[in-house]
């Protein structure tokens, strides 16, 4: 699946290295980094089996690192079966290897997220209406994640519309994250698009995915956080509207 020239390799090192960058100054948006990015290099279904474990490891660390695992699970386990329900569904789309469809689909999925994030209001969600809608979203946020491998809508912003705190935000979305790669590794394999060697390659990508966060980290201090989210958020919406516009050029 991998054309393993010395340029390609320096270019995914050097894109999860940028991805984990923004993750230790932001907090997230390394699988959407790294996803818009590689899916300009390769096909999205290799840049997916290239995320698995750098995104696993990432993610929970910041889920273990929250105050609030159990009380989080216990009230949004219907979203995270729902994601796992729908990222199995929603996987045939990536795994069927039509580039131009898949392509398409996380340019689409990019320009929404950017364009939702960086326009709409902060929502709220009424306490009454969780119990219907944590399925409902997190059955379309597997639907797009087994389409595209992003991860983030509508996940991300239903999660920030709950009201909670921002050390149990955080949490929750490291909980979302590490379930849905859980749930898209299994889906690709369920539809034998995942081999093991593609486990071998992502798995060399863990190392500079923490060393760009160790370096966010360090560059949190130095920069504001959110002029530098909205910078990326901008990148990402011209990045989405060039992939979702390639197929008809």
Do not use: H
Not at 138 to 162: C, E, H, R, S, W
Not at 175 to 194: C, D, E, I, K, N
């Amino acid at each position: 699946m991998f054309d393993l020239a010395p340029s390609l390799v320096v270019a995914i090192a050097a894109t999860f290295f940028a991805a984990g960058i923004l993750k230790g100054v932001t907090g997230m948006g390394l699988p959407t980094l790294a996803m818009g990015v590689l899916g300009t290099l390769i096909s999205p279904l290799a840049a997916a089996s290239l995320l698995i474990a750098p995104s696993f490891v990432t993610n929970v660390w910041q889920l273990l690192a929250g105050p609030s695992f159990g009380a989080l699970a216990l009230r949004l386990w219907p979203m995270m079966l729902a994601i796992v329900l729908g990222t199995l569904s929603g996987s045939s789309v990536l795994a069927g290897g039509s580039t131009a469809l898949t392509t398409g689909a996380l340019g689409a999925a990019l320009l929404l997220y950017a364009a939702f994030t960086l326009f709409a209001r902060q929502l709220r969600v009424p306490a009454k209406w969780e119990p219907w809608l944590s399925p409902v979203v997190g059955a379309a946020t597997g639907i797009v994640t087994g389409a595209t491998g992003v991860f983030v809508i509508p996940a991300v912003p239903y999660l920030q519309a709950l009201g909670l705190e921002r050390d149990e935000l955080v949490q929750a979305l490291g909980l979302s994250f590490t379930v849905s790669t859980v749930a898209l590794t299994a889906g690709l394999v369920w539809r034998g698009a995942f081999e093991a060697d593609n486990l071998l390659f992502s798995g060399l990508a863990i190392a500079p995915a923490l060393a760009g966060m160790w370096a966010g980290q360090v560059v949190r201090n130095r920069v504001d956080p959110p002029v530098f989210r909205r910078w990326f958020l901008i990148s990402l919406l011209v990045l989405g509207a060039e992939m979702l516009a390639r197929p008809l050029l």
